[in-house]
């Protein structure tokens, strides 16, 4: 990376390199500046080739060769989803990679949800949509829920806002995600009535998150503008 800003003519992409990996050191996700790793290990090759001492460039190549074959040891583990899910935890990856900490157990949530909803008096579930502050659980429930008398699930989560179904009516709703102050504004009497868990105690996104039940004073199409997080 150093050497691209000692080129005037690779400057810029030194540049366009060292700003991603800036700006995801704070925001974002780790991968998303993954693309400049190719750039930065050729131009690092490069610049190990023009070492015009015999000794010291073989002496500088042994090193990469050698670091590379570490840290490919290391980030191997830390990045390729080969630790069994029971040992994610034990491991600290979960705390590492939140990719391996929210890639465990959504079967699990999936069942956690439908069986609060399945609890709910019948009166209320016939009319009980689930709204997710996440797209998570909506996306497990289509996959792993009973698809005869699966609930309606949606989430004002990024894209998937803009998937609502057509002239949806509901009463009540199961607020996963949200505490009752959270959405006291749009319900009556909102109240906690579980926290779902992960798996093997994962610190997965849905650890320990709170599901909210109340009775709408709105209709979904009205409040959906408010509940729309493209964060």
């Not at 030194?14 to 996700?29: E, H, N, R, S, T």
Request: a neutral charge; glycine letters at 4%; charged letters at 15%.
């Amino acid at each position: 990376m150093i050497s691209l800003f000692r080129n005037r003519e690779l400057r810029p992409i030194g540049i366009a390199c060292a700003v991603p990996l800036v700006l995801f050191l704070f925001v974002g996700k780790s991968y998303y500046a993954a693309g400049t790793i190719p750039i930065a290990l050729a131009q690092g090759l490069m610049a190990t080739s023009r070492i015009k001492l015999p000794r010291l460039r073989s002496g500088v190549q042994t090193a990469v060769v050698a670091a590379s074959v570490l840290e490919f040891a290391v980030f191997f583990f830390l990045v390729v989803p080969v630790t069994p899910p029971d040992r994610i935890h034990a491991a600290r990856l979960d705390t590492v990679n939140e990719v391996f900490a929210d890639s465990v157990g959504w079967d699990d949530i999936a069942k956690q949800v439908t069986t609060i909803y399945d609890h709910l008096p019948a009166s209320e579930r016939a009319t009980t949509v689930i709204i997710s502050a996440y797209y998570g659980v909506p996306g497990a429930l289509d996959i792993y829920d009973r698809a005869s008398d699966r609930p309606v699930a949606i989430s004002p989560q990024l894209s998937d806002s803009y998937w609502l179904p057509n002239n949806l009516t509901a009463t009540y709703a199961l607020m996963v995600d949200y505490q009752p102050s959270d959405v006291a504004w749009m319900c009556t009497s909102p109240t906690v009535i579980a926290h779902l868990t992960v798996p093997f105690d994962v610190a997965g996104l849905e650890q320990g998150a709170p599901v909210t039940f109340c009775q709408l004073s709105a209709p979904i199409p009205k409040v959906w503008g408010r509940l729309r997080n493209f964060s």
